[in-house]
């Protein structure tokens, strides 16, 4: 019983086994700590025996030794020694009993480690690495699980599955180990590989990093295949003991190579749709693009007010459109436009259930993948030149010191006059020659003005260099370029800042005890202290400091000319001693 006791004590402690495996040696080396420590216990009880307690002590032993030492402050010479053989014995039945109950798993000679059933188990998603392991993230866990790749059970990156955590981590910033049970569902995701094609099969040379092995394909199932071809397939099920997984072939990109071949096979691998479906397809195409009477008439008329575009030169689609007018001596209209989409879809039709699934067009060097089909995008919700359009709309009246004296926001129908490329508007600003240079000029005299008010007020520039491709017809690249942020840029970013702005304090303007009115809101949290202290750190070793009356750090800082910044504090004055002139701060400064 001593040498049950004492293994049952000592190591089988589930929190402490599931750290590690244990072999025989250690276990001896915890029986003799715990036996040290009960042999005063045990030398008490000794004196008080019954006849189904027998006398007896355990004393320390060793894990070559014959018989248990007796504990030198144990001098009953009654008292039984027990041996070596008598407590492997128990240590034996023990394991035994521990495998058989399924608390305890054997890992070969003299190695065992809790079972995974005594583990905590969760469920989670499979984030699959290059080198084959995984990392499994689970909802309930601030940190992912790792799962050496031996230990993955066929999951693949984007499975759901079962994991049992079998270890924590031993150093802060670790990841706690485990390894994966059970698939319980898998991916939906798409991948992009090479055919190649033999007499009979098809193998597929998966391009992501993450699959690394080739998928097999029979040749009659898809016949249309050719070697070479770039194909998307999709994995249905790996089981346990084949070479590689069973999947689909979804669709044939056609040859490597090719440009547009291999613009498709981006867009797939990254799950991102690079078609619209037939039936989504019919849905644009059967909308008219007749305005009749009845619809102008509930809209405010634009149509007889300058207006126009200004966009990329390679643009497809025109969203957005400025009006202007005169109204007397000091005083303008400005109108900024946008496609009024609502008017041609409706909520929870197959459009907007498209767009709502697609949630942004993608931008790629060649070309836009849009949220909507093209006879939406590129002709009905184009403020394309020349043609009646419907719109939704923020009107200004301002003054010549760009103050707005009055606003209005509604549905309108316009009619653009031009279609101006930022170059060309940039021409027009320059030097006051061509078609609405009048217009154009004075639309960038309000924006500059708007512009150096909005930095003087402490606005963040997140300007930056933007490069741009020169490419052939077939979309080969022949040259980069850095794309200039002129005032002709600048003029549009402005009104449409002003727009934002005014709509968004419209919106979030309520009566006293009356409701936030239903609306998408961007919310900005408090600050973080512990990231304030670091920056305060940091700062303290360039020579400035921060400092706040009330004890809590309020950093803003203010851009100046020349990548220079100005730190100062809501209710204090200037905080930075000087001018912060270390370029590189100014970006730190953005990102706390």
Same mark, same amino acid.
């Given at each position: 019983?001593?040498?049950?006791?004492?293994?049952?004590?000592?190591?089988?402690?589930?929190?402490?086994?599931?750290?590690?495996?244990?072999?025989?040696?250690?276990?001896?080396?915890?029986?003799?700590?715990?036996?040290?420590?009960?042999?005063?216990?045990?030398?008490?009880?000794?004196?008080?025996?019954?006849?189904?307690?027998?006398?007896?002590?355990?004393?320390?032993?060793?894990?070559?030794?014959?018989?248990?030492?007796?504990?030198?402050?144990?001098?009953?010479?009654?008292?039984?020694?027990?041996?070596?053989?008598?407590?492997?014995?128990?240590?034996?039945?023990?394991?035994?009993?521990?495998?058989?109950?399924?608390?305890?798993?054997?890992?070969?000679?003299?190695?065992?480690?809790?079972?995974?059933?005594?583990?905590?188990?969760?469920?989670?998603?499979?984030?699959?690495?290059?080198?084959?392991?995984?990392?499994?993230?689970? +909802?309930?866990?601030?940190?992912?699980?790792?799962? #050496?790749?031996?230990?993955?059970?066929?999951?693949?990156?984007?499975?759901?599955? +079962?994991?049992?955590?079998?270890?924590?981590?031993?150093?802060?910033?670790?990841?706690?180990?485990?390894?994966?049970?059970?698939?319980?569902?898998?991916?939906?995701?798409?991948?992009?590989?090479?055919?190649?094609?033999?007499?009979?099969?098809?193998?597929?040379?998966?391009?992501?990093?993450?699959?690394?092995?080739?998928?097999?394909?029979?040749?009659?199932?898809?016949?249309?295949?050719?070697?070479?071809?770039?194909?998307?397939?999709?994995?249905?099920?790996?089981?346990?003991?084949?070479?590689?997984?069973?999947?689909?072939?979804?669709?044939?990109?056609?040859?490597?190579?090719?440009?547009?071949?291999?613009?498709?096979?981006?867009?797939?691998?990254?799950?991102?749709?690079?078609?619209?479906?037939?039936?989504?397809?019919?849905?644009?195409?059967?909308?008219?693009?007749?305005?009749?009477?009845?619809?102008?008439?509930?809209?405010?008329?634009?149509?007889?007010?300058?207006?126009?575009?200004?966009?990329?030169?390679?643009?497809?689609?025109?969203?957005?459109?400025?009006?202007?007018?005169?109204?007397?001596?000091?005083?303008?209209?400005?109108?900024?436009?946008?496609?009024?989409?609502?008017?041609?879809?409706?909520?929870?039709?197959?459009?907007?259930? +498209?767009?709502?699934?697609?949630?942004?067009?993608?931008?790629?060097?060649?070309?836009?993948?849009?949220?909507?089909?093209?006879?939406?995008?590129?002709?009905?919700?184009?403020?394309?030149?020349?043609?009646?359009?419907?719109?939704?709309?923020?009107?200004? &009246?301002?003054?010549? #010191?760009?103050?707005?004296?009055?606003?209005?926001?509604?549905?309108?129908?316009?009619?653009?006059?031009?279609?101006?490329?930022?170059?060309?508007?940039?021409?027009?600003?320059?030097?006051?020659?061509?078609?609405?240079?009048?217009?154009?000029?004075?639309?960038?005299?309000?924006?500059?003005?708007?512009?150096?008010?909005?930095?003087?007020?402490?606005?963040?520039?997140?300007?930056?260099?933007?490069?741009?491709?020169?490419?052939?017809?077939?979309?080969?690249?022949?040259?980069?370029?850095?794309?200039?942020?002129?005032?002709?840029?600048?003029?549009?970013?402005?009104?449409?800042?002003?727009? #934002?702005?005014?709509?968004?304090?419209?919106?979030?303007?309520?009566?006293?005890?009356?409701?936030?009115?239903?609306?998408?809101?961007?919310?900005?949290?408090?600050?973080?202290?512990?990231?304030?202290?670091?920056?305060?750190?940091?700062?303290?070793?360039?020579?400035? &400091?921060?400092?706040?009356?009330?004890?809590?750090?309020?950093?803003?800082?203010?851009?100046?000319?020349?990548?220079?910044?100005?730190?100062?504090?809501?209710?204090?004055?200037?905080?930075?001693?000087?001018?912060?002139?270390?370029?590189?701060?100014? +970006?730190?400064?953005?990102?706390?």
């Amino acid at each position: 019983d001593a040498g049950a006791d004492i293994i049952e004590t000592c190591t089988f402690n589930a929190q402490a086994i599931s750290q590690s495996d244990y072999s025989t040696t250690h276990l001896v080396r915890r029986i003799n700590l715990a036996a040290a420590r009960l042999a005063r216990a045990e030398a008490d009880l000794a004196t008080k025996a019954t006849p189904d307690r027998p006398r007896f002590v355990a004393g320390s032993i060793g894990p070559t030794g014959k018989t248990a030492s007796m504990s030198p402050d144990v001098e009953n010479p009654s008292l039984r020694a027990i041996t070596f053989n008598q407590l492997q014995e128990a240590y034996e039945e023990q394991i035994e009993a521990l495998i058989e109950g399924g608390v305890v798993e054997s890992h070969g000679r003299d190695k065992f480690q809790l079972s995974s059933s005594q583990l905590p188990h969760y469920e989670g998603v499979v984030d699959l690495a290059v080198s084959g392991a995984a990392y499994v993230r689970v +909802e309930e866990l601030d940190c992912d699980i790792y799962v #050496n790749q031996r230990n993955t059970r066929c999951a693949l990156d984007g499975d759901r599955v +079962e994991v049992v955590l079998q270890r924590q981590p031993y150093r802060e910033g670790d990841n706690p180990e485990g390894a994966i049970t059970k698939v319980l569902e898998r991916s939906k995701r798409q991948y992009v590989g090479v055919a190649e094609v033999s007499r009979s099969a098809i193998f597929v040379h998966p391009d992501s990093r993450k699959l690394q092995m080739d998928i097999f394909f029979s040749r009659k199932l898809y016949p249309e295949v050719k070697d070479g071809d770039k194909v998307v397939f999709r994995i249905e099920d790996w089981r346990e003991g084949d070479r590689s997984p069973r999947g689909v072939i979804v669709d044939v990109l056609g040859r490597q190579g090719d440009n547009d071949v291999e613009m498709h096979a981006i867009l797939a691998e990254y799950d991102l749709p690079y078609k619209f479906e037939p039936e989504v397809e019919a849905a644009a195409n059967a909308i008219s693009d007749v305005i009749d009477e009845k619809e102008i008439a509930q809209r405010r008329d634009f149509r007889a007010v300058t207006t126009f575009t200004i966009d990329p030169a390679d643009a497809k689609d025109f969203d957005d459109a400025l009006s202007i007018q005169k109204l007397e001596d000091g005083i303008w209209e400005v109108g900024v436009h946008i496609a009024d989409v609502t008017h041609y879809i409706r909520p929870d039709d197959v459009l907007d259930c +498209e767009a709502r699934d697609r949630g942004t067009s993608v931008y790629l060097v060649d070309r836009t993948v849009p949220m909507l089909p093209e006879r939406l995008c590129n002709e009905l919700c184009s403020l394309r030149p020349n043609e009646e359009k419907l719109c939704f709309s923020a009107v200004f &009246k301002l003054n010549e #010191n760009d103050e707005v004296l009055d606003e209005w926001f509604g549905r309108t129908v316009i009619y653009s006059d031009r279609r101006f490329t930022y170059a060309e508007a940039q021409a027009r600003i320059e030097t006051g020659v061509g078609d609405y240079a009048e217009e154009i000029g004075v639309m960038n005299r309000l924006a500059q003005t708007m512009r150096q008010r909005r930095f003087k007020n402490g606005a963040v520039s997140f300007e930056r260099a933007e490069f741009k491709f020169i490419l052939d017809e077939k979309g080969k690249p022949l040259g980069v370029y850095t794309k200039e942020q002129k005032e002709s840029n600048q003029l549009v970013e402005e009104f449409m800042l002003l727009a #934002n702005r005014t709509v968004a304090e419209k919106i979030g303007r309520k009566a006293p005890n009356a409701p936030l009115k239903t609306f998408v809101y961007r919310i900005h949290d408090e600050p973080n202290m512990e990231k304030m202290a670091m920056l305060a750190k940091f700062v303290s070793k360039l020579g400035y &400091k921060m400092r706040s009356a009330s004890g809590h750090v309020s950093l803003y800082y203010r851009p100046l000319d020349g990548g220079c910044a100005l730190l100062y504090n809501e209710n204090e004055p200037l905080i930075a001693a000087s001018v912060i002139k270390i370029p590189i701060m100014v +970006e730190a400064f953005r990102r706390f």
